[in-house]
């Protein structure tokens, strides 16, 4: 096993450590010190001061120029028009739109295909009928 002593004490803060660094006012030696603020040029006046702004008790201060009138938007009456999307499922019931429809052979369509062998196939194909699980329409 291990001899070593478990840190049973957090360690002591950076500020308590002897011999610390101080990090006061650092220089920046081999930097070039920014340029002195030019004078201003002859002419120049300072800029006006803010607007006034709310200060609780008085109210609003009046502005200076008067504002242009606003457009209002036009009066639209109160009925709405509501378009549904239509979704259509690709192999839906057209009746109910709940169920899918699925394929079924006809009696005829299987008796041909037995019958008449090779082409009786294409028969039994052709004399498919499409039926709805949910609500049991067929369509031909």
Known sequence: MDSKPLLQERPPAYASVQGG????????????????????????????????????????????????PVAQQPNFSNTYTIIQPSVVVVGGCPSCRVGVLEDDFTCLGILCAIAFFPIGILFCLALRQRRCPNCGSTFG
């Open 21 to 68: 660094y101080n990090y006061g006012q650092q220089h920046n030696y081999g930097a070039i010190p920014p340029p002195a603020p030019a004078p201003p040029p002859p002419g120049f006046h300072e800029p006006p001061p803010p607007p006034p702004y709310y200060t609780g008790g008085q109210g609003y201060a009046q502005p200076a120029a008067a504002l242009p």
